[in-house]
C-alpha cells in the first residue's frame, strides 16, 4: 500500500525557516515524481513545484522560486520541502502528493499545517 | 499560467438528481483531471484523462470535455457526493487548480 506520511503541524516565528517531511512506502521512491501543493484558507490548492527522486531534478512554479526548496533522502525514501523567510501569507496546509504517470496526482500525504505567528 | 475557472462555486443537489459542473480554462489544456476533497482529509484523485474514474469512484460519475471547456457530471445524486471538488490542468507549469464547486446535499 502506497502511504505517503507528512511531519506535523508548525508554528513558526515570521522570517524563520522551515522544513516539512514526507516519508514514502509501499512503492519504489525514486520511480515516481513527488510534487508539493499548498491549500490556503481551506480551499484554494497551489502547486508548488516537483522533485524526481531518482536525480534529483526540480520544477518550481515561478510564484514559489525562492520560496520553497524540495529535495530527497533516497535512504529513508522521505521529500523534503524547505519554507524560507516565512509571512503571514504562507500560513497553509502543505501536501506533498506523488504523481502516477498519467494519472495525475494519485496518492496524498495527510497535509502539514503550518502557522506563521509572532 | 493558465487560469481555471469552476462553476458554479456553489451548489446543492437533492438526493437522486442530476449534477453537472463544469471547468473553463484560459487556454486550450489536453485533459483534465478532477480532485474530490471533504473537510479535514486530503483532496482524492477522482477523474483524470479528462474522462477515466479513479479507482473506487462510482460508476455514477463521469468527466468530459475538450479544449478549454470541461465537465464533470453525477447521474445521481447521493450523500456521500457532498464535497468539494476541484479540477486541475496538468499540461503547462504551473500545474493549476480551479477554486473548486462546492457541493451540498439538500
Known amino acids: 500500500e502506497v502511504q505517503l506520511q507528512q511531519s506535523g503541524p508548525e508554528l513558526v516565528k515570521p522570517g524563520a525557516s522551515m522544513k516539512i517531511s514526507c516519508k514514502a512506502s509501499g512503492y519504489s521512491f525514486t520511480g515516481y515524481t513527488m510534487n508539493w501543493v499548498k491549500q490556503s484558507h481551506g480551499k484554494n490548492l497551489e502547486w508548488i513545484g516537483l522533485?524526481?527522486?531518482?536525480?534529483?531534478?526540480?520544477s518550481y512554479n515561478q510564484k514559489f522560486k525562492g520560496k520553497a526548496t524540495l529535495t530527497v533522502d533516497k535512504s529513508s525514501s522521505t521529500a523534503y520541502m524547505e519554507l524560507l523567510s516565512l509571512t503571514s501569507e504562507d500560513s497553509a496546509v502543505y501536501y506533498c502528493a506523488r504523481d502516477d504517470y498519467d494519472k495525475g496526482f494519485a496518492y496524498w500525504g495527510q497535509g502539514t499545517l503550518v502557522t506563521v505567528s509572532a | 499560467q493558465i487560469v481555471l475557472t469552476q462553476s458554479p462555486a456553489l451548489m446543492s443537489a437533492s438526493p437522486g438528481e442530476k449534477v453537472t459542473m463544469t471547468c473553463s480554462a484560459s487556454s486550450s489544456v489536453s485533459y483534465m483531471y478532477w480532485y474530490q476533497q471533504k473537510p479535514r482529509s486530503s483532496p482524492k484523485p477522482w477523474i483524470y484523462?479528462?474522462?477515466n474514474l479513479a479507482s473506487g469512484v462510482p460508476a455514477r460519475f463521469s468527466g468530459s470535455g475538450s479544449g478549454t471547456s470541461y465537465s464533470l457530471t453525477i447521474s445521481s445524486m447521493e450523500a456521500e457526493d457532498a464535497a468539494t471538488y476541484y479540477c486541475q490542468q496538468w499540461s503547462s507549469n504551473p500545474y493549476t487548480f480551479g477554486g473548486g464547486t462546492k457541493l451540498e446535499i439538500k
Open positions: 484523462l479528462t474522462s
Open positions: 522533485i524526481n527522486p531518482y536525480n534529483g531534478g526540480t
